[in-house]
């Protein structure tokens, strides 16, 4: 009788960790259909890959040097190429455990300006302080009373750039965005998950300055710029 019991239980069990299963696969499914739907209405592509040499130059960047179980969880694609991506992290540890969510933008450019961390988020600028980095403090926020901070490699050049276009760009990012610019890319990032609106928004926001550092760098035709 026992016996018979216990089979039961087993056959029981097995049945409901199989309908879970099921419900996870559905789930998962159900996800990436709305999220494919949701790119072809602007343009994108759901790109499940994010190839491994984009994935080696982005790297070194200074969000993904935050928090613990770093993952990017999907990735958009549209021509130029854009990416957007929804990358997660996480803070803290067992009960204290939290996730954060940015939605990140990346755009290709070649310039000649060096790295540069913009941001007003304290926690973000002491992460990109780095010994070989200069930091120009009050570069913008002034329309939303923030005190937003390039932290940059040539600070010459950085400080030339502010004094021409770049300002006006500037103040036209909300407070919690970020932009870090690599010797290859322009990255940009919100937090939270990106709402149908902030996908165009961000793109237009990256190509925009990617226009920018290729305007400074009109002043040296030998380098090859592509954006």
Known sequence: MESSMSLGVLVAGAALVGVAASSIVLLRHHERSSRAAQARRFGWTLDEQLGPELRARLAGLTLFEVGHSRRVEWAYRREGPLY????LCETGFEHRRKTHRWSVIVAPVRHALGTAVITAEDWLAATAELPARKKITGAWGRSTGTNGLLIVEDE??????LGRQLTPWLERQPPSRSWEVLPEYVVGYDPGSPGES???ELAR???ALCSLLKTADQDQPETVMKC
């Not at 957007?84 to 990358?87: I, K, M, V």
């Not at 010459?156 to 750039?161: G, K, N, S, V």
Request: charged share 20%; net charge negative.
């Open 205 to 207: 926001e990256a190509q």
């Open 198 to 200: 902030a996908m165009m």
């Open 84 to 87: 957007l991506l929804q990358y």
């Open 156 to 161: 010459d050049a950085w400080r030339a750039l």
